[in-house]
């Protein structure tokens, strides 16, 4: 028999059986949990959640409070006389610390080897049904928890929540500052959603860096939507490791019983599946589970069946947007991934990219797309540059500048025409191994360029620590650019910090005529968007660039007037 096992076997024993006055709090000094003996002595005092001076008022004395707070705040365990009136039998306690608080065990008159013997069957008790590292209850406490929760219910209305919360970017916090970074995060983070809860809340570490919470006895979905509020402002602000600011977000799930399931696994499932709304939808945010999700849920299912096989199929294809360098140059083209589904018709890149990146489908497509518009080029003149964009997840295998060294070498073509397009994410994501990568490249002869510039967290150590040829200003600052003064000092402020560092920019999402304008006016270098020619076939840009002198943009004259 494990010693899981056999901690759920101590724990009916200790708390319905045990002759000892037994009793356990958590951080906050709250009651979780208490022998049978000790509610038959005090009565209505000995509730869960009672704090512990309602229960030993004589803890409010300042001798036992001194002893009580050392041996709470770590100190080894003691045995502490309780004041008594004249006449009453000799009463102490033996306080020992737990893994998430303290335990008590009351003594009437009797020696301290009992307490002793008792004090070791608790902590074995909580080694088995806490999680070491946080002082939350454990898994396997969880499942017990949210199947008594479930039985318990009734009626039609919902009376029991469960909250899933997972934490956003902590494999970033892991990866960049190591494990032990990573450990006291999680730390932190048990004790701030520890801090959220009231009465009737219970937390628990369910894996990883996955929390949840049980809520019961509350006016629900307003209470579970208060609680879920409270936890994401919470984690709003930094967590300070090693005098480092780290800023992880929580994203929430939120599942009702009997309404979302009846028995645990259900309620997990429709939890997660909110879970993973919460994070589609930008994260650090809460979603309550609904029917529609699950549809949602299972189209992706689909989806994600269906992309494994569209290579071979030939579903998959790429268009070419045209790259303007002003007034009227063609300096290339962006290859861009498109997937005709043969029943649902064009999906877009932002919904099956992370289906692909998630089920490991990256490194076969990317390398497909890279020779694809690699060909595609060599049809052009031999001035013209592609730009292809890397997934994060091309990164992760480590083969990487060999796959792109095998395919220039089998295509034939200069290495200078090929512009390697990744975000800030790839920087964020095993930062040393991914710059080594970038440098191979570099090495290589190839072109590289930031995209997305200004989204994410546009460290200036990025721009410090790896010579990029381009930086890409995202379409968010360009679509009101005309109107937003705003955004006119953020790209004047990015144009000018590239070419202060000998960089090239790009502007993402020209859309229209006074963009392009404002643009050219601020030395802009080069001009991407609809405006200036919508993603084409492959065989339509040898037209595009046939005929590309007449599409000239406003002249600097014209421009400089008009603004």
């Known amino acids: 028999m494990d010693v899981s096992r056999a901690g759920e076997a101590l724990l009916a024993d200790l708390l319905a059986n045990t002759t000892e006055l037994l009793s356990l709090y958590d951080r906050d000094f709250r009651l979780t949990h208490y022998a049978a003996r000790l509610k038959g002595l005090y009565g209505g005092a000995v509730a869960l959640g009672a704090a512990i001076w309602e229960i030993y008022p004589s803890f409010l004395d300042s001798r036992c409070r001194d002893e009580f707070l050392r041996v709470f705040q770590g100190g080894s365990a003691a045995s502490i006389e309780l004041p008594r009136s004249s006449g009453e039998a000799p009463r102490s306690v033996f306080v020992f610390g737990t893994a998430d608080g303290v335990g008590i065990i009351e003594s009437q008159g009797k020696g301290g080897r009992s307490a002793a013997e008792e004090q070791e069957r608790v902590i074995l008790l909580h080694q088995a049904t806490h999680d070491v590292l946080t002082g939350l209850q454990n898994r396997r406490q969880f499942g017990e928890r949210l199947k008594e929760a479930l039985v318990a219910i009734g009626g039609p209305k919902p009376k029991a929540a469960l909250l899933q919360i997972d934490l956003d970017d902590f494999k970033s916090v892991n990866d960049t500052l190591g494990h032990g970074a990573g450990d006291t995060l999680l730390q932190l983070a048990a004790g701030r959603i520890r801090d959220a809860l009231q009465d009737g809340e219970s937390a628990y570490r369910y894996a990883g860096d996955e929390f949840a919470v049980i809520q019961l006895g509350k006016e629900q979905p307003l209470e579970a939507e208060r609680l879920a509020g409270s936890l994401v402002n919470a984690f709003k602000d930094p967590f300070v490791i090693n005098g480092i600011p780290v800023f992880v977000g929580s994203s929430i799930g939120i599942a009702f019983g009997p309404e979302h399931g009846t028995d645990g696994e259900q309620l997990m499932k429709a939890a997660d599946i909110a879970l993973y709304a919460a994070k589609t939808d930008g994260r650090g945010c809460a979603r309550t ?38 007034p009227s140059s063609v300096i290339g083209f962006e290859a861009l991934l498109r997937w005709r589904h043969p029943e649902i018709g064009i999906i877009p890149p932002g919904v099956f990219i992370p289906i692909a990146e998630a089920d490991g489908l990256m490194d076969e497509i990317g390398r497909w797309v890279l020779e694809q518009a690699c060909r595609q080029a060599l049809t052009w003149p031999s001035s013209l540059t592609v730009a292809v964009n890397l997934s994060p997840a091309q990164f992760l295998s480590g083969s990487l500048t060999d796959t792109v060294a095998q395919i220039i070498d089998a295509v034939g073509i200069r290495a200078e025409r090929l512009e390697l397009e990744i975000t800030e994410t790839v920087l964020l994501e095993k930062t040393i191994d991914n710059i080594d990568t970038l440098n191979t490249l ?84 080069c001009l991407q968007g609809n405006f200036l020619g919508r993603p084409l076939g492959a065989e339509a840009t040898s037209d595009f660039i046939r005929r590309s002198p007449s599409k000239e943009l406003p002249a600097m004259e014209e421009s400089n007037r008009a603004l």
Not at 300 to 305: I, S, V
Not at 314 to 325: F, N, S, T, W
Not at 451 to 480: A, E, H, R, V
Request: some cysteine.
């Open 289 to 326: 589970f609904n029917r529609s999700m699950l549809l949602l849920l299972e189209q992706r299912e689909n989806l994600r069946r269906s992309l494994r096989t569209a290579l071979e199929r030939g579903e998959l294809y790429i268009e070419y947007q045209p790259l303007i360098r002003p």
């Open 442 to 525: 570099n090495v290589l002869g190839i072109r590289i360029s930031l995209d997305d510039f200004g989204t994410y967290y546009s460290s200036l150590s990025y721009l410090k620590n790896f010579p990029f040829d381009t930086l890409k200003i995202d379409q968010y600052f360009i679509t009101d650019l005309e109107t937003d003064s705003k955004s006119q000092t953020i790209v004047q402020s990015i144009i000018n910090l590239a070419h202060g560092l000998g960089i090239s920019v790009t502007a993402e999402g020209v859309e229209t005529s006074a963009q392009a304008r404002w643009l050219v006016k601020k030395n802009c270098d």
